[in-house]
T-cell receptor, first 117, second 111 residues
Framework: GAVVSQHPSWVICKSGTSVKIECRSLDFQATTMFWYRQFPKQSLMLMATSNEGSKATYEQGVEKDKFLINHASLTLSTLTVTSAHPEDSSFYIC?????????????FGQGTRLTVV | QKEVEQNSGPLSVPEGAIASLNCTYSDRGSQSFFWYRQYSGKSPELIMFIYSNGDKEDGRFTAQLNKASQYVSLLIRDSQPSDSATYLCAVRGGSYDKVIFGPGTSLSVIP
């Protein structure tokens, strides 16, 4: 099956610093990647959709200058949380769709638990 | 109106019983429907997807889709304690290439 690897699985950072999270599709080309955020006991909230080689499409209420998304290749997308604050602490999850398989499900990475202190 | 709705639960069923999870969605143009299972602290894992009206069976799981009623359900037969988790309904819209998740239903299977 398709494998999506997300790194790191957890990170602790100080307020005001930036954190980069990587999402890689290991055995397929991901034409589209999605970034979600999940607060405790809540569902996944879509933050943005990124297509390889183009700018990400952000959901309403998500600050594009704070959450920088880069999808430079068909196997890698990155999310950078800039000037992190404690309220950014959350579980961030990426998912990727295999463009070569047509209309299929997206596969999830393992998630990254971010704690800002 | 929320785009994807589910009963939050918790839903409790005895071991061996059938668990029934329901989901409704608002976008009539939605094309694809997914059920994910999520254990606490873990990423969601796909259980089933369904595109056409009717039933789709995979082992102990059956997904049911009714586009006219904008309703999708998941039945879990012979429920096991290991099925205890949060079940997320997800819908891929017709106009936009994105998947929207419902709030999830917490299922507890009692031994």
């Amino acid at each position: 099956g398709a494998v999506v690897s997300q790194h790191p699985s957890w990170v602790i950072c100080k307020s005001g610093t930036s954190v980069k999270i990587e999402c890689r599709s290991l055995d397929f080309q991901a034409t589209t990647m999605f970034w979600y955020r999940q607060f405790p006991k809540q569902s996944l909230m879509l933050m943005a959709t990124s297509n390889e080689g183009s700018k990400a499409t952000y959901e309403q209420g998500v600050e594009k200058d704070k959450f920088l998304i880069n999808h430079a290749s068909l196997t890698l997308s990155t999310l950078t949380v800039t000037s992190a604050h404690p309220e950014d602490s959350s579980f961030y999850i990426c998912s990727a769709r295999d463009g070569g398989r047509g209309d299929t499900e997206a596969f999830f990475g393992q998630g990254t638990r971010l704690t800002v202190v | 109106q929320k785009e994807v709705e589910q009963n939050s639960g918790p839903l409790s069923v005895p071991e061996g019983a059938i668990a029934s999870l329901n989901c409704t969605y608002s976008d009539r143009g939605s094309q694809s429907f997914f059920w994910y299972r999520q254990y606490s602290g873990k990423s969601p894992e796909l259980i089933m997807f369904i595109y056409s009206n009717g039933d789709k069976e995979d082992g102990r799981f059956t997904a049911q889709l009714n586009k006219a009623s904008q309703y999708v359900s998941l039945l879990i037969r012979d429920s096991q304690p290991s099925d205890s988790a949060t079940y997320l309904c997800a819908v891929r819209g017709g106009s936009y290439d994105k998947v929207i998740f419902g709030p999830g239903t917490s299922l507890s299977v009692i031994p």
